[in-house]
Each structure stands twice: as structure tokens, then as C-alpha cells.
């Protein structure tokens, strides 16, 4: 065996002997860290590529393990066994051959491969123990060896939606104004809820406690390892459960996380040939969420990215197609609600009977502690994630992300296989979570978009509240995949999602209720007005669209102003923040002045003042972002407001001036406190920053932590920006956004480019962990190359794997 040396010094090559392996295989990593994997046999090449997972992103694979199965208390202590038990509340515990099935043929075979390569690299880490992360060593345990169900069974990794948004509209129904809850949320298509029969609106504190503590990334506290404490998951945002867990402590970042993607026909593009762009926004961290492979065997050819602890590909494209997703709308869960039995709390109230709660016992290992036995909770819908024995009250979740085929992202595997748009159409019919708009391109020219998740079909309400668990709000089996729309070459030439809701005008969404909280569509109208001007695009004008800063809400905004006199005004402050956004362009860079009052005006100080006007006393209730939608049309017309939102005299227009000037000054004087006096130094990126934080850091001191976290960067763009960035309201630090960025030129395939920042590997000592940072805060990309010639020629290590003999 030859040891491999620092990347940056040259080719390289090691050579390990490994027991599972049938023929030899390759994996020839280039200079940006990017693994080629080489196989002879499709058993192999999965085999490789969960060996390769496993050399680059050990740790992360075994805390994405561990937390998903609820087994933390093992090696981190007692202080992690409420949210093991909270995490096994959301494991799959059906049938493993309907769970397989559902991903297509292949599925099984090659999660066990996957999980035989990760097998053999713990293996080789536990008896050569230099080669072992530093996390371990620090932490003092050992990596143990993962079984193919594990892939599948962990569900609580994927983004889910609605649970938290249900219980905040519950807060306003309970406070007697139902619709003040358009302030937060603006339902679309049109629609106007109502509270179900028999539901009593009126939740107890830290509901979802449960929830949030399954789905939230694992914390280490420095000085005890507890989890760090946080607000009542109640008062979440709904689409921040899976970011990092700042965001968990201050309830306050915007509320999507969301992707942009578009296909492009031949028609449309300098090149002749179809294109394909998309960037995922999840949680910034360190490692990155994604990390790019190339998997090459006879009859699989496929690039691009997925999440370290899958197998397969999920965004790229096989040589033939390019595919990429973003988050669809669709509602997967609904919080039931149960009357208990008085005289056995182990039963609650079905179809006018008691029913028993279904019991499951579970075992815990605890460090330096003995077993602990418990047993959980499920109804006939999902497990209980609260009791209120005062009130006879129980709570529990039904999610379509518990049915068999519903791992997050799994489903890919077989899709990345797809030839042509019939075969890529019928894999998406099977896609289960999370819920997607897949768009797709081919080397022939054609190009299309299909959604895809499982729907569940709800005859009698919406979706948008809680419900009684009493048998009257039933699921009624879920809408086949070929009832969604699709497109397939458009008209237009091209076709885009950004999270929009994007429901055909035609299509019977108020029969069959897909979901209807949509985040604004500002993204996604920026990424249409340039896609729709009369030219061709090259692959450089996609990827200066992938970093388009351009705000439309900042520009719909200045415009209000610009109506708004306030030349009287006895503060000089007002006119110079006016005078300042007057003249600006909109474009949110980091380097903006204009940019960093506006964005500071927005979140600090004209929001809040807008929830308090149209909420009063229940403007606590809304503790993130209101919905933008209803903010920019009360701002641009205050008197169309409805009556019912606030009690707002005749004069709405000077009320709505008064409240942009006030909140305008403030915010300008805040921010001379904050960036000083000369406003021509003031500059966005010095407000917003990226930090890729490595949850191991959170137990360093600060001088060993710089080992582990990137950044702060600073940062230009916002949530409604298609170089999309939702911070974090109390300290303007990024929660999330688009950390790997693609776009493909399909055909020229060597010609594509891609992003994954900070870096590829998990490993703080290799210079692939954080080496792609300053590139993606530059807007900058590298070639993801395909064919064998151009890795070869920029390959600096090469990994070969045989056999053991």
C-alpha cells in the first residue's frame, strides 16, 4: 500500500486491498476535489462509491446515521436521549419489500453495495487508526458499520413543510381572527381556509418540540454536550426545520428553503444544444450538504450531485439526459388532534370507540450509563409527539414521508438512469419526497418539467389546520403521479421553477388542494423576464443569472417611495436614506451602500412596523418575515387593505407614508450606529456574511475553531434575489442558500460547470475542504468534466481498490 500525499503536491496514488470487491476499480480525483469512479460492474461502482463517501465524508456520514436512527446517546451522552427517542419516532416501520420495490428493481442491490463500501473504509479507519477523522478522536468513539435499511429508514433528513405552519395559524384561530394569518402566510391559488368541526384551536406551548428535535442537524455544547436550548418549535418558520440550528435558536430567518432551475432548447441557447441550470438552496455547512461524484460502469455513465449517505446521483446528467430539482408546494403532513380516554389515557376517541394507542419499546444505549427501555406512541395515523393529560389531549403526525418510497431523495436512482423523457416521466411518477419540480434536457434537443411527490388526497379540508384525530378528516389514498401537470417542450423554448407556485391556470388545484403556501415569486419573475428577452444564451449568461442580484421587491419598493414626499421632513436622516435609494439600481452586491440600508430597512425596522399595524397585540405571533406578497400590496395600495386586518382610518395613504418615513429614519440612523457615518462606506456584504460552520467547532476554543468553520464571507443578494441568501434577522448571518451550483451544456458535457462550497471533503486537513469557498463567493465556477481524457489530464489523485485476495 502506498500512502497518499497532500493533493496540491501532484499525482498521487494508494492502493487499498478490499474484502467485498469483485474486479478492480479506480476512483481518480481532480483538482477540485471532484471523485471519478472507475468500476467494471455496476456492484462494484456502488460498492466504490460508498467506500469514496466514506473516505471524504466519514464523520458526517456517521452523525447523518446516528441521528436519524435515534442512536446519539450512545457515544455523546445522556443528553441526547430525548432526541434519539424523538428521532425513532419518524423512522419507516413498514415492510421492507414494498419499501424497496418502490424505488424500481435496482434499489436494493445497490443500497447494499453502497453500505459494503462504507462498511470496508470503517474497517480500514478502525484498524489503521492514523487514518481516522479528527472528530473521533476528539470525541472518543468509533465509526460502527451501517445495514442497507439504514439508507431508507432514516426519514427525518429531508425538508418537510406545513407542521409549524398549521400550529401558527392555529395561534390566530384560537385568538379569534383567523385571516390575520394572511399577514404571514397569502395562500395561493386564492382560497380562504376555515377552522375544521370539532377542532379546539387552542394548542398547548411547545407542541412540536418533538418534531422540531427529530428533524433539527445534532448540536454539541461546549461545556456539557447538551442540546442547545431553544424557543418553542411553535413559533418556527415552516421551512427552516432542516436548516442549521440558528436558526432553531432565533426563529427569525426567512421562511423557504428553495432552488432555482431552467432548461433551455437548442433555440434558445448561442450553443445549438439544450442547457440545464440548477441551485439547490439548503443549509450552509461544513462539510457541504451535497457533494459531486462521477459514477462510470458499463451501462451507467452519470455526474453531478447528491447527499453523501445516498447512493446514486440526484442533479446532473448520464450522458444522455440532464435533470435538476427544486422544492414544489406540495402539503405532506397534518398535526391530528385526539380527546383521551379520562379513565385510560393509553386510548383515545375513534368513530365514537376507544381505541389503544399502539405501542412500540424501544432500547437506548447510553454512554458511561446503563439501557434505557421506553416505550412510543402511535395512533392509527402516526406517532403521538405530545400528551396533554390536563386537558385529555393528544397530538400526533400523519406524514406522507412515513409510506414505503418515501426516502428523501432515494428515488433517484432510478430516474438517473432514464434515456429519454417517456422513461424519465414514468420514474417521477414513483418520486416520493420531498416534494419537486424536476426539469430536464437531452442531447436530442427536447426539454421539459415534471413534478413529482406523493400527494395525499384530502376530501373535506384543506390541509391548513390541525384536525380531530376522530375519524372525520381521513386521508383518502393519494393522487396517482399522472394527475400533476407536466410540460414537455414548451413553446417558449424554455422552462423554469424557483419554488413559485406554478399550477396551470386550467388545473383543478381548489379539487385536489396540492398545498396553498407558496413563498414569493420574486425569483422566479427575475429568472422569466431574462429568459424571455429575444436572444440566445450561452452557458456564461446562465451562470450570471445564477448570480443575479437584481431585487424586484426592492425595486417595487423604491418606487412606493418615490411617490412619497418628504422634502418637509424636519430629520435631515430621512431625505438622505431616500436621496440614497432613489438612485440606486436594485442590485443587492455586496459592495452596495444602497443595498445595505435597504435590506436593513426591510427586515429590522419596516416589517416589524408593518406586522404591529396590521397585527397589533398578535404581531408576536408572526416571528418571521410577513408574507411579501401582502406587504408590497398594502404598501403600494394601503387603501385596498381589508378592513379586517387592522383597524385603519380613511387616511390610509398617509398612514402607510408615515409608516415608510419613520421606519426609513430609524433604520438609517441604526445603521450609521452600525456601519458609521460616511453612508458612501457602508457596503451589504459588510452586514450579511456566510459562515460554513462545522457542528464540531461549537466544542472549540476560538483559536482551534478556525480549523473547522469558513468565513464569514461576505455576501451580496437576499431572499427574493435569484442568487437567493435568507440570513438571519437578529445578526444578518446566512442560514441558507445555494451552496453547489450546476448548469449543464448538454452534448459538449465536458463543457459543463458546477460549484459545491466550501468544499468537497469532510476532511478539515485536506485542502478539498474548504478550497471552492472563495470561488463560490466570487460567483466563479469549475468544468465538470465527463469524458476520460479530460479527468485524466486533470486528475491529482488516484485511489485504486482490488480485491482482496
Known sequence: MTNANNASTGKTAQEWQVSGLRQSAEILVDQWGVPHIYAKNEDDLFFVQGFNAARDRLFQLDLWRRRGLGQLSEVFGANYLEQDRAARLFLYRGDMKQEWKAYGPHAEQLSKQFVAGINAYVDYVTKHTKALPLEFKTLKYLPVKWQAEDVVRIRSHGLTRNLSAEVTRAKFACNGNLQ?????????????????????????????????????????????????QFESPATLPSESRASNIASLNSADSEQMEGSNNWVLAPSKTSTGRAMMANDPHRAYSAPSLRYIAHLNAPGLDVIGAGEPALPGISIGHNGTIAFGLTIMGIDQEDLYVYELNPSNPMQYRYKGQWENFIQRPENFKIRDRADQQTELLFTRHGPIIFQDHQKHRAYAVRTAWLQAGMAPYFGSIDYMRAKDFAQFKKAMLHWGAPTENQVYADIKGNIGWIPGGLTPIRKNWDGLLPVPGDGRYEWAGFLSGDKLPFSYQPKSGWFASANEMNLPKDYPYQQRKLGFEWPHP?????????????????????????????????????????????SNSPDEASQKAQRLLLQWDHQESADSAAAALFQFWLSQTLAPAYKELMLGTHANI????????????????????????????????????????????????????????????????????????????????????????????????????????????????????????????????????????????????????????????????????????????????????????
Open 622 to 805: 408572526v416571528t418571521s418575515m410577513p408574507d411579501m406578497t401582502r406587504m408590497l400590496n398594502y404598501l403600494d395600495q394601503p387603501s385596498q387593505t381589508k378592513q379586517e386586518f387592522a383597524k385603519i382610518p380613511d387616511e390610509a395613504s398617509k398612514i402607510r407614508d408615515q409608516l415608510m418615513i419613520s421606519s426609513l429614519t430609524l433604520a438609517y440612523k441604526m445603521l450609521e450606529q452600525t456601519l458609521g457615518k460616511d453612508q458612501h462606506a457602508w457596503q451589504w456584504g459588510q452586514l450579511q456574511k456566510t459562515v460554513f460552520a462545522h457542528p464540531f467547532s461549537k466544542i472549540l476554543d476560538n483559536a482551534s475553531k478556525t480549523q473547522f468553520d469558513i468565513g464569514p464571507l461576505p455576501r451580496g443578494g437576499s431572499a427574493n434575489t435569484v442568487n437567493q441568501s435568507s440570513y438571519r434577522l437578529s445578526d444578518f448571518i446566512q442560514l441558507n442558500g445555494p451552496s453547489f451550483r450546476v448548469v449543464v451544456d448538454v452534448g459538449n458535457w465536458d463543457n459543463s460547470r458546477a460549484i459545491n462550497a466550501p468544499g468537497q471533503s469532510g476532511d478539515p486537513a485536506s485542502p478539498h475542504y474548504r478550497d471552492l469557498a472563495d470561488k463560490w463567493a466570487k460567483g466563479e465556477y469549475f468544468p465538470l468534466l465527463y469524458s476520460r481524457q479530460a479527468v485524466e489530464a486533470n486528475t491529482r489523485q488516484r485511489f485504486v481498490l482490488v480485491p482482496t485476495k
Open 180 to 228: 390575520l394569518d394572511e399577514v404571514r402566510q397569502t395562500l395561493s391559488p386564492k382560497w380562504m381556509t376555515k377552522l375544521p368541526v370539532g377542532l379546539d384551536p387552542c394548542l398547548p406551548e411547545g407542541i412540536l418540540r418533538q418534531f422540531t428535535l427529530a428533524t433539527q442537524n445534532v448540536i454539541f455544547d461546549k461545556q456539557t454536550m447538551r442540546i442547545t
Open 522 to 566: 420574486a425569483r422566479y419573475q427575475r429568472i422569466a423576464d431574462v429568459l424571455s428577452q429575444n436572444k440566445k444564451f450561452s452557458i456564461e449568461d446562465s451562470l450570471r443569472l445564477q448570480n443575479d442580484v437584481l431585487s424586484l421587491p426592492a425595486k417595487r419598493i423604491t418606487d412606493i417611495l418615490k411617490r412619497i414626499d418628504i
